[in-house]
C-alpha cells in the first residue's frame, strides 16, 4: 500500500527540482498537487492500517518511519501554503523518497502486546512531531548556508533569486527549532514513564522492556539529540551564535536523528525493536 505514496512522492519530487531550475508557476503549481495527493494517499494508507490494526501505525520502526514522512509532508505543506514559497520543495521531496522507499518495501510490523496505553501514543507521537520539525529546520538550515555562501561571494545569481532572504530563514529555522526541541522534550519525559511502569507491571517479562535503559543505543542517541537542539535553542544564542552557526547546528541535529531513526532502530537497538 506504501507503493502509492512513494510513486506520487516521486513524480513531485520531480516536479519540484523543475520549478526550482525554472521558476515555472505552472510548473510549480503542479508540484504542489502532486505533493497533495501524495499526501491525500498517505493519509489513505495510514488510515486503512489504523483501522487493521487498531491504532496509528507507529509501533515498530518500519511504521514509524511511514507515519514520519506523512507528518513531514503534511508540515511542508503547511509552510509551503502559509508562506508562498516552493523553494524548499526541491530539498525536501528527495527525503520523503529516500525514506518513504522503506516502507514500501519492507512490510509493516505487527503490534507488540506491550505497545498499549495512551502514554506509548503520546510517546511516540510526540517523537515524530518533534523529528518532523527538525527535519524542516535541517533543510532550512542547508537552504540558509547556500545563500549566505551566494551573498558573501557576492554573486547574487542562482539562489539568490529563488530562496527567501537570509533573515527570512533564520526565523523560520528558530521556529522549527523551538516547536521540535518541545515534542522532543515531552516525547522523552514520557517515554521515561513508559518504560518505568511497563518495566513494573504488564512487560516486566518483555526483555525490550527491560533493556529500557541509557546502555541502550537509541534512548542514549536520543538524549544526545537532546543536548544538540538545547544548545541550539539557549546556549548558542547566550554566546552569541546564531544565523549559519545556527544552521549548522540544524544540520548536525538531524543527521543524529536520522542516525538513531534508521540504521540503530534496526540494527542496534535491544529496546526499540519491536
Not at 499526501?39 to 511511514?66: C, K, R, Y
Not at 555562501?149 to 545569481?157: N, T, V, W
Not at 533493556?211 to 537542539?229: E, H
Not at 541535529?253 to 540503530?264: E, Q, T
Amino acid at each position: 500500500m506504501n507503493v502509492a505514496p512513494l510513486a506520487l512522492y516521486t513524480a513531485a519530487m520531480a516536479a519540484y527540482a523543475w520549478h526550482f531550475a525554472q521558476r515555472n508557476p505552472a510548473v510549480g503549481r503542479a508540484a504542489t498537487t502532486m505533493l497533495v495527493a501524495g499526501a491525500l494517499a498517505h493519509t489513505f494508507v495510514i488510515g486503512m492500517l489504523t483501522m487493521e490494526i487498531g491504532q496509528v501505525p507507529m509501533a515498530g520502526a518500519t511504521s514509524a518511519i511511514s507515519t514520519f514522512v506523512w507528518l513531514l509532508a503534511l508540515a511542508y505543506l503547511y509552510t509551503e501554503m502559509t508562506t508562498d514559497e516552493r523553494a524548499m520543495g526541491v530539498f525536501i521531496l528527495p527525503l520523503l523518497v529516500l525514506l518513504q522507499a522503506i516502507p514500501a518495501i519492507r512490510p509493516i510490523e505487527t503490534r507488540a502486546a506491550v505497545l498499549q496505553g495512551p502514554l506509548f501514543g503520546i510517546h511516540v507521537s510526540s517523537l515524530l512531531f518533534a523529528y518532523a520539525s527538525f527535519a524542516l529546520a535541517c533543510v532550512i538550515g542547508i537552504t540558509y548556508v547556500l545563500l549566505f555562501k551566494e551573498i558573501k561571494a557576492k554573486h547574487l545569481g542562482f539562489f539568490y533569486a529563488r530562496l527567501p532572504s537570509l533573515q527570512v530563514l533564520d526565523r523560520m529555522n528558530q521556529r522549527a527549532i523551538v516547536i521540535g526541541w518541545i515534542f522532543l522534550t515531552l516525547g522523552l519525559i514520557v517515554g521515561f514513564i513508559f518504560a518505568a511502569q511497563a518495566r513494573g507491571g504488564y512487560g516486566s517479562g518483555d526483555p525490550r522492556v527491560q533493556a529500557m535503559s541509557l546502555m541502550d543505543p537509541k534512548i542514549f542517541v536520543a538524549l544526545v539529540c537532546w543536548v544538540v537542539y538545547s544548545f541550539e535553542l539557549f546556549g548558542a544564542r547566550r554566546i552569541g551564535w546564531g544565523g549559519r552557526r545556527t544552521a549548522y547546528l540544524s544540520l548536525l541535529g538531524f543527521v543524529i536523528v536520522l542516525l538513531n531513526f534508521v540504521p540503530i532502530s534496526y540494527f542496534f537497538s535491544k529496546s526499540h525493536n519491536f
